[in-house]
């Protein structure tokens, strides 16, 4: 029969020795409390969840009704999108995606409604801001345009001009000039005041055209939004124009969350 090695033997014997049967564990134990000490100490605090991601719409011409998305217990919820300032903040759904759709009725009891998308957008963090255009040939059918509208992109002290003209124009806010193509924006710091110079020139055959000169109201430790769109004719009989309009919208800064 073979014997186990001597140095075996030998462990054997002094491990015995200085932990007796009843107390062979002790140090097992001890050790295990200590360790769970150490890694209690170092593991991260927990964080509260996140709050859901919001948005808000806005019209670039008539307002724009009957359109729906689903809120996080998957109920239908109007949205309505005016030109005369925000909406109030919509709150996401629990996946984060922003699903815009219209509602088409049945034509018989036997044919379900028809959910028509008009646009679906993953939000996270933000809060965002939805453009939303109707042509007057289509008015069901609105253009929508989903941006960040964080106040880390779009912070204090900023006015962010979005151009949603057809043309090309050159925007000086202040003393600060820059090229916004349709359909996008470029952010302007703003000096202190309540009032800053604002001028907007197209792109013309002919060379640069001057649309807008004048004085924009701002606020301190506030943002705004400005928003060019073209003079479209009214039902006024108010003819179609090369005019450039502008929409000034202002945010005050929100409070800081207490700690």
């Not at 014997?3 to 134990?29: E, G, K, V, Y």
């Not at 219209?102 to 996270?124: C, D, G, Q």
């Not at 939805?130 to 253009?143: E, L, R, V």
């Not at 108010?238 to 309009?245: G, I, K």
Request: charged share 20%; proline share 12%; with cysteine.
């Amino acid at each position: 029969m073979s014997t186990a090695p001597t140095s075996f033997r030998q462990t054997s014997s002094f491990r015995s020795i200085l932990c007796p049967r009843a107390n062979r564990h002790w140090p097992f134990l001890g050790i295990l409390v200590l360790a769970t000490i150490v890694l209690a100490g170092r593991a991260p605090a927990q964080t509260p969840p996140k709050a859901p991601a919001t948005f808000r719409t806005l019209s670039l011409g008539t307002t724009v009704s009957g359109v729906f998305y689903d809120d996080r217990q998957g109920k239908p919820v109007p949205v309505m999108a005016g030109s005369s300032g925000f909406s109030a903040p919509y709150t996401a759904p629990a996946d984060g995606r922003v699903r815009l759709y219209r509602v088409t009725p049945a034509a018989s009891p036997n044919i379900p409604e028809e959910h028509v998308t008009l646009s679906e957008t993953p939000m996270f963090g933000g809060p965002f801001l939805i453009f939303m255009a109707a042509a007057p040939a289509t008015p069901s059918k609105p253009q929508v345009m989903v941006v960040d509208d964080s106040w880390e992109t779009h912070p204090a002290r900023t006015m962010k001009v979005y151009n949603f003209s057809h043309r090309v124009t050159m925007v000086k806010v202040g003393d600060t000039s820059g090229e916004i193509s349709p359909g996008k924006s470029h952010l302007f710091p703003y000096p202190d005041g309540t009032q800053l110079w604002f001028q907007a020139a197209t792109r013309e055959e002919s060379g640069w055209k001057l649309r807008i000169s004048g004085p924009q109201l701002t606020l301190p430790e506030a943002r705004s939004t400005a928003v060019l769109v073209d003079q479209l004719p009214s039902d006024e009989n108010r003819p179609a124009t090369d005019e450039l309009l502008i929409r000034n919208f202002i945010d005050p800064q929100p409070p800081k969350p207490t700690e």
